[in-house]
């Protein structure tokens, strides 16, 4: 069975940083990309970050283009995203995400809520 | 970047019904387009992927259609579960979803 179990999240001050994981199992991580996906409170899905399977390419939305970084371990089959900067706007659910080929989002963890607020 | 805009934003409707949900791009993509079922407090669940492929598990009652521009979910017969709500996705970089379909009980 295929599981993602994100973690990390919490509240954080504007300004501040925050990684978080997502661990994998139940299928071989080393044979697919990733990717984060986020919802603010309320609202829809919003993609933000791709990783391929070697680390080879990465791809940001550009609301987080500089500020978030992904990046994964394949031994540990883990999956990471270091949020640095953060903004009232990044305060959100945030859902690992692996796809059906690349692109299409077939799974996807129970999300890890991260709340930025002074 | 590709938009896509989702019609209706809310959609009333009664079990047994015939539910018809529109995703339009703001440039053609093909038909490389995915729909999404999120319940409160669940992670999204793939249907429809490649604008008409039911991905594994999907209930027959769900058909997607369209190619270019303009795409739609079916929902032949409405079942109590399936008042959720929809979200397409393109397959391009940057990835984009809808604003998403609320189908709610009349």
């Known amino acids: 069975e295929v599981r993602l179990v994100e973690s990390g999240g919490g509240l954080v001050q504007p300004g501040g940083s925050l990684t978080l994981s997502c661990a994998a199992s139940?299928?071989?991580?080393?044979?697919?990309?990733m990717n984060w996906v986020r919802q603010a409170p309320g609202k829809g899905l919003e993609w933000i970050s791709y990783?391929?399977?070697?680390?080879?390419?990465?791809y940001y939305a550009d609301s987080v283009k500089g500020r978030f970084t992904i990046s994964r371990d394949n031994a540990k089959n883990s999956l990471y995203l270091q949020m640095d900067s953060l903004r009232d706007d990044d305060t959100a659910v945030y859902y690992c995400a692996r796809p059906r080929g690349v692109y299409y989002f077939e799974y996807w963890g129970q999300g890890t809520l991260v709340t930025v607020s002074a | 970047e590709i938009v896509l805009t989702q019609s209706p934003a809310t959609l009333s409707l009664s079990p047994g019904e015939r539910a018809t949900l529109s995703c339009r791009a703001s440039q053609s993509i093909s038909s490389y387009l995915a729909w999404y079922q999120q319940k409160p407090g669940q992670a999204p669940r793939l249907l429809i992927y490649d604008a008409s492929d039911r991905a594994t598990g999907i209930p027959a009652r769900f058909s997607g259609s369209g190619s270019g521009t303009e795409f739609t979910l079916t929902i032949s017969s409405l079942e109590p579960e399936d008042f959720a709500t929809y979200y397409c996705?393109?397959?391009?970089?940057?990835?984009?979803f809808g604003q998403g379909t609320r189908l709610e009980i009349k």
């Open positions: 996705q393109n397959r391009d970089n940057p990835i984009a």
């Open positions: 139940g299928f071989s991580f080393s044979s697919y990309s």
């Open positions: 990783i391929s399977m070697r680390s080879s390419t990465r």
